[in-house]
């Protein structure tokens, strides 16, 4: 078993490895196998290189280990869902450094019960700080938003390619091709097909 470690921080004038000798040193709990994933991306997009280099490395029983669950994300709720069928599909677990509950080491003397209520626990605590990461994020960008638009400044929005969408969703029907393998072949990333195939 192996400790992914993902740290990442908004911009590159901010220390992405600021809090990487505290994780590496939390994930001895686990294993003495870690790898570090470290990026300056933002948090509210799915497609990150690092974050895709390790979900693609990942293996079956793997732990994902983050400092705070908005180093993880400030993506909508959709997105959200979308990053957590991707763990789930690796089958990861994910561990919160400053969320105590996922700390728990499960199966011990065979309680599934305990095991049980753990994991909706867990599940409810990440759901919940996964929006409020959101939400903050959503008030800063309002708050630029407000300032650009008293300098007059309007941005143009990226649009959707409808063409490598309705692709992807033929790849999707014919079945025949893993998700991985559509999104080489398209040349979109992971989590454009995860949102194809959910129906965005």
């Known amino acids: 078993?192996?400790?992914?470690?993902?740290?990442?921080?908004?911009?590159?004038?901010?220390?992405?490895?600021?809090?990487l000798d505290d994780l590496v040193e939390f994930s001895k709990k686990y294993?003495?196998?870690?790898?570090?994933y470290v990026e300056n991306h933002t948090g509210t997009k799915l497609d990150r290189p690092e974050l895709n280099r390790l979900l693609e490395e990942a293996?079956?029983?793997?732990?994902?280990?983050?400092?705070?669950?908005?180093?993880?994300s400030r993506l909508s709720q959709d997105d959200f869902s979308i990053l957590k069928q991707r763990i789930k599909?690796?089958?990861?677990?994910?561990?919160?450094?400053d969320l105590p509950t996922t700390h728990e080491v499960k199966n011990k003397a065979g309680n599934d019960l305990e095991n049980s209520i753990l994991t909706v626990i867990n599940d409810m605590l990440i759901?919940?700080?996964?929006?409020?990461?959101?939400?903050?994020?959503?008030?800063?960008?309002?708050?630029i938003k407000q300032g650009l638009e008293r300098s007059g400044y309007k941005p143009t929005g990226k649009k959707a390619n409808i063409g490598k969408h309705e692709r992807i969703k033929q790849l999707l029907e014919a079945g025949n091709m893993t998700k991985d393998e559509i999104a080489k072949a398209v040349g979109v990333g992971i989590a454009t097909v995860y949102r194809v195939a959910k129906g965005g």
């Open 1 to 19: 078993m192996t400790v992914r470690i993902y740290v990442r921080a908004s911009t590159k004038e901010q220390d992405a490895e600021r809090a």
């Open 31 to 36: 294993s003495d196998s870690y790898t570090a």
């Open 59 to 72: 293996e079956r029983e793997d732990i994902l280990l983050v400092e705070s669950v908005d180093r993880l």
């Open 89 to 97: 599909d690796k089958g990861l677990r994910l561990v919160v450094a």
């Open 127 to 143: 759901d919940l700080l996964a929006t409020m990461a959101k939400l903050d994020n959503d008030k800063r960008r309002e708050r």
